[in-house]
């Protein structure tokens, strides 16, 4: 099993800038790609940002520019800078990994518990 544990969540007033930080731990042989997804209520979970290990990265259109995905393998940590937040920024983002335990196991991906992030206009 793989744990994540995020951070860095709160509350910022637009323009305002934020950087969240997700640790996995456990059953990990290898994490294959790291990201963030958001979701507001009545909405589906969306797409932040990704990245491989390799260091490839994807970006939703609404955050490119601003947020800055990176990620540290020794420590198996992903962060989201986050700058020039706007009200519509607003979620609980999640942290989301692909990783395998094992060789032989096939990947599988994992989510944190969720950290609000609140922009005020």
């Known amino acids: 099993q793989v744990q994540l544990v995020e951070s860095g969540g709160g509350l910022v007033q637009a323009g305002g800038s934020l950087r969240l930080s997700c640790a996995a731990s456990g059953s990990i042989f290898v994490i294959n790609v790291m990201g963030w997804y958001r979701q507001t209520p009545g909405k589906q979970r969306e797409l932040v940002a990704t990245?491989?290990?390799?260091?490839?990265?994807n970006y939703a259109d609404s955050v490119k520019g601003r947020f800055t995905i990176s990620r540290d393998n020794a420590k198996k940590v992903v962060y989201l800078q986050m700058n020039d937040l706007k009200p519509e920024d607003t979620a609980v983002y999640y942290c989301?990994?692909?990783?395998?335990?094992?060789?032989?196991?096939?990947?599988?991906?994992?989510w944190g518990q969720g950290t609000q992030v609140t922009v005020s206009s």
């Open positions: 990245q491989a290990r390799v260091g490839l990265t």
């Open positions: 989301n990994v692909d990783a395998q335990s094992a060789t032989w196991s096939p990947s599988r991906q994992y």
